[in-house]
């Protein structure tokens, strides 16, 4: 097969491939881009592979960056842009199923390629666009198959984070996974505790994000690696009922956290309890905690605007999102956004006066009653008590304080 037009990140790169073959050397675009492009789908990160050592690469080449050299990887910078060129290479023993004991470097691509997680990732590319497959990979890419390069129990000994990699890519391209592919990771699931949470974090929230949702989740509860990862394991039902929602689809990582912590029955604490539990960062954190409390509120039909102002627009579309995909409440999220603009102000530096107003105009002092006058000067705007305007608001100020 030969891809005739290639995508402009290819073309760009095209030189880099071109000294690194004048020198004598081989080098092939590979891997996920290569996938992509024959897919048609937007590409990414251009890796290129190469049977120059890193330190003939270094010698090619004005700017390089040692990103990975013990792993055969140097960067490459070229108008700017960084290209990851990495040494053919082969791998043995893998004690902890994450690393490789050793690395060697070898001039032949087919032993490079042979160590790759999945056939359709084992493709390489040439610069005229000729595609070589070594592993019946294009077939695999024609037929929507999923397949571990040669023998899957060895792939996934060798990393166990290819098995999360598996069913995201179940997900990700609505693909079906091969039954020995399958059945190796159901044989080998309790490999992924060996995984540090932060890389099954990624492929799982990817998989969550994908084409095919459900396809991929079907398959990380068939295989048992939900019973390896945070606070799943106790909640393999209502994992399980996820299947059984239309349209799921998912457009950012709050929806994906928010919508497993409410089928979980959480609270809004334990729903950022969870994130937390995964490493998630603390603004996620926080986001997932807004959304459902928000979602709280819609099922109790108590929406107010001071939790609508606390929540902020984009978490609100996440608990309009979530209320209709989980049944729980059936919320325009027009209608809700709408509300929300209409609310008095959106942010305390939007009213008309400041905590410098109070101390100047209402002789007060900093500390703890300031910060509840502007407390309370705040809820009453939002409920439209008084407008936003700064003597109303310094008379309404004066008048708590009296009382």
């Not at 120059?52 to 960067?75: R, S, W």
């Not at 490999?191 to 998989?207: D, F, G, M, Q, T």
């Not at 609100?316 to 049944?327: D, I, P, S």
């Not at 105009?361 to 936003?388: F, T, Y």
Request: hydrophobic letters at 45%; charged letters at 25%.
């Amino acid at each position: 097969m030969r891809v005739t037009n290639l995508p402009q990140a290819f073309k760009r790169a095209l030189p880099i491939l071109e000294k690194i073959q004048a020198a004598g050397f081989e080098a092939y675009f590979v891997g996920g881009s290569v996938r992509d492009t024959i897919l048609n789908l937007p590409i990414h990160d251009v890796d290129i592979a190469t049977s120059a050592y890193p330190a003939e690469i270094k010698e090619l080449f004005a700017k390089t960056v040692d990103t990975g050299i013990e792993h055969g990887t140097v960067m490459v910078i070229d108008h700017g842009i960084g290209y990851e060129i990495t040494t053919f290479r082969t791998e043995s023993t893998y004690q902890d199923f994450r690393r490789p004991d050793k690395v060697e470097f070898v001039r032949s691509l087919k032993e490079d390629l042979k160590r790759r997680d999945l056939t359709i990732n084992a493709l390489a590319l040439r610069p005229d666009g000729e595609v070589i497959d070594l592993f019946d990979g294009l077939a695999d890419l024609e037929s929507k198959t999923i397949r571990a390069v040669g023998q899957a129990r060895e792939r996934f000994h060798e990393d166990a984070l290819r098995m999360m990699r598996t069913v995201r890519f179940a997900s990700q391209l609505d693909f079906e996974i091969e039954a020995q592919t399958l059945a190796a990771i159901k044989e080998n699931a309790a490999l992924l505790a060996k995984i540090a949470l932060e890389r099954i974090n990624v492929e799982w929230v990817k998989l969550m994000l994908g084409k095919n949702p459900k396809a991929g989740l079907a398959d990380f509860m068939a295989t048992g690696l939900f019973a390896y990862c945070p606070q799943f394991k106790e909640h393999q039902a209502q994992l399980n009922s996820l299947l059984a929602i239309e349209n799921l689809h998912l457009d950012n990582e709050a929806e994906v956290w928010t919508l497993l912590a409410a089928c979980f029955g959480y609270r809004p604490e334990q729903g950022g309890q969870l994130v937390h539990a995964w490493k998630g960062s603390n603004e996620l954190k926080a986001q997932v905690t807004k959304a459902l409390r928000a979602l709280e509120a819609m099922k109790a039909g108590d929406l107010s605007p001071k939790l609508q102002y606390l929540t902020g627009s984009e978490m609100l579309a996440v608990a309009c999102r979530m209320a209709r995909l989980l049944g729980l409440a059936d919320y325009s999220s027009m209608a809700v956004l709408l509300a929300y603009e209409g609310l008095p102000i959106h942010s305390r530096a939007e009213l008309a006066v400041n905590g410098k107003d109070l101390i100047t105009l209402l002789n007060l002092k900093p500390g703890p009653i300031l910060g509840q006058l502007l407390d309370q000067i705040e809820e009453a705007v939002l409920n439209r008590q008084v407008k936003n305007d700064k003597l109303a608001l310094l008379e309404y100020g004066r008048s708590q304080l009296e009382e």
